[in-house]
């Protein structure tokens, strides 16, 4: 699942087209998902970067836990969350959230 572009981020590109990076995308956990209590989940998540344009978020990509390790699965409602920092006129930190469930 994608989450939100930074529209401070759109570039023109010079045959008219609108150039967008994804800042941050979170595939596990999945949005609204639900686990079964003591499974191994592990999280993975992204954050989107193009070195040609300059556009996405280039330093700073962490989330509520490493990517690849596991996130908590005790019973309950949890919000997992993705965090980096986009230089664009300036530092600007982005931060996406999905919520799951544990049953």
Not at 24 to 48: K, M, N, Q, S
């Amino acid at each position: 699942m994608r989450y939100p572009v930074d529209e401070s981020l759109v570039q023109s590109a010079w045959n008219g087209w609108a150039i967008v990076v994804p800042v941050i995308e979170i595939d596990v956990p999945a949005a609204g998902a639900v686990y079964h209590r003591g499974r191994l989940v592990r999280a993975r998540f992204a954050c989107g970067y193009d070195g040609q344009t300059g556009l996405g978020i280039s330093q700073k990509c962490v989330g509520s836990v490493a990517l690849g390790k596991a996130i908590s699965t005790t019973p309950g409602k949890h919000t997992f969350k993705v965090s980096g920092v986009v230089q664009s006129n300036g530092n600007h930190t982005v931060v996406a959230a999905v919520t799951y469930t544990v049953k």
